[in-house]
Structures are given as C-alpha cells and as structure tokens.
Nanobody, 125 residues
Framework: QVQLVESGGGLVQAGGSLRLSCTAS????????MGWFHQAPGTERKSVVS?????????YYADYVKGRFTISKDNGKNTGYLQMNSLTPDDTGVYYC?????????????????WGQGTQVTVSS
C-alpha cells in the first residue's frame, strides 16, 4: 500500500515562500507521476496546481502559478517537492500531493490512485 505524507505547510506573509514536500512509502516512487492539488477554503473541489511525470522530464503548471511555483521529484529520496514563491492570499488552502503510475503527467484528480492527507498553507496579507 502506497502512503504519501506531505509536510512544509504553514503561515507566511504575502510575498513569502514555502516548500512543500511529499514523501512516499510502500511503493516504487520512481515509476509514479505526481501532482499537487489546491483546495481553497470553503470548497470541496481540488484543482491541479502542478504535475510532473515519473522521471521529472515533463511538467505542468496552472497558469496562475507559472513563474512562481516549481515542481520537482527526487526519486532517490522518494520525495516530491513544490517550491512556492511570491505567495498571495489567494494561494491559501490545503495542498494535497497525489501519485499514480504512468509515463506522462496528469492534471485530472480522478487519474490519481494515491493521495496524501494534505498540508495547510495560509498566506496573510
């Protein structure tokens, strides 16, 4: 059974940075595509922020995070990352990492087999 554990969330002022981590256990992380999803306060929908394929060669970013966020994965450490810079209050919410087997990156949440528990990010103005 694959387990994903996120960390790195917290409270930050607008303009600040955070790096989220997602550590996997119980599977072969090097074969997984990974995605990061954002759930805004008061909503149930998780929207894709960024995604990366199994070897890190292909990435996707939602338009509103391009130039601010960077996704990466270190297969040797079984860990994926989301570096978030120039944060704004609109970035507030719960961030989830997700993983699935496959050769591409994936932006639809229903594609993903495994999910972390989420980490809270709060950006104050």
């Amino acid at each position: 059974q694959v387990q994903l554990v996120e960390s790195g969330g917290g409270l930050v002022q607008a303009g600040g940075s955070l790096r989220l981590s997602c550590t996997a256990s119980g599977g072969t992380f090097s074969t997984y595509a990974m995605g990061w999803f954002h759930q805004a306060p008061g909503t149930e929908r998780k929207s894709v922020v960024s995604a990366i394929n199994y070897n890190g060669a292909d990435t996707y970013y939602a338009d509103y995070v391009k130039g601010r966020f960077t996704i990466s994965k270190d297969n040797g450490k079984n860990t994926g990352y989301l570096q978030m810079n120039s944060l704004t209050p609109d970035d507030t919410g719960v961030y989830y990492c997700a993983a699935t087997t496959g050769s591409s990156y994936y932006i639809a949440d229903q594609t993903y087999e495994y999910w972390g528990q989420g980490t809270q990010v709060t950006v104050s103005s």
